[in-house]
């Protein structure tokens, strides 16, 4: 009798180690699966973040990719020849252009050209000649010289080489909304504007074209003259 009792006693304790067992063992894997939980959140919220860093550098990447294709395309074109060609170099400056020629040169000689200096765009021109764009920051000599911004005889914003007067555009940026621009300015800045405002650094560049660039006239307005005329 005593160890029929000592068996269900032991039976009863069994069954309450197993219970506290099952307890402890789904609290741990309870505790588990929140943990996981939360890396995984961190984990996808770090790729969210990251994502667009990651496209962007991909876009970069395939854009260069591109550049050197059509780099190696144009020299490549340019070595089925052993012919010598003329070599052109146009520095494009932030206001102004100046364009030199570099000589005569054989196919081996513009790719060592073009080799050490990676930051010109290279072109061979319909012509046969070899054209070198360069990016510069900064006037050209013809705009520190004689450069002048007003306005042309049709109403666009232009660049001159010396008064506008004279009629020697260099280069058009955009049209004026004269109207517009006749009753918002005082007189004196319309007749400094007719006769040519002097740009002779970078930042006065920059300062005019923003100024005036409030009353540029919108491409709609543009064409609904256009159509008027």
Aim: proline share 3%.
């Amino acid at each position: 009798m005593n160890i029929f009792r000592t068996k269900k006693q032991l039976r009863k304790r069994l069954r309450r180690w197993r219970r506290a067992i099952w307890t402890i063992g789904a609290c741990v894997l309870v505790a588990l699966m929140a943990w996981l939980g939360l890396l995984l959140s961190d984990q996808m919220e770090k790729l969210m973040t990251e994502e667009p860093m990651s496209m962007e550098t991909l876009v970069h990447l395939r854009e260069a990719e591109w550049a050197d294709d059509t780099e190696q395309e144009w020299l490549g074109q340019l070595q089925k020849s052993e012919q010598v060609r003329i070599v052109h170099l146009n520095r494009i400056y932030t206001c102004g252009e100046e364009s030199t020629v570099l000589g005569l040169m054989k196919p081996r000689e513009i790719a060592e050209l073009a080799k050490e200096h990676p930051a010109w765009k290279g072109r061979l021109a319909a012509g046969g000649d070899v054209w070198f764009d360069e990016h510069v920051q900064g006037l050209s000599e013809i705009c520190q010289r004689d450069g002048y911004v007003g306005i042309d005889k049709n109403g666009n914003l232009s660049l001159f080489d010396g008064p506008p007067k004279q009629e020697k555009v260099i280069r058009t940026f955009f049209q004026l909304d004269v109207e517009t621009m006749e009753s918002a300015l005082p007189s004196e800045v319309l007749k400094e504007l007719q006769n040519g405002i002097r740009v002779q650094d970078v930042e006065e560049y920059n300062s005019v074209l923003s100024t005036f660039s409030d009353f540029a006239v919108e491409d709609s307005q543009r064409t609904m003259g256009q159509n008027k005329q």
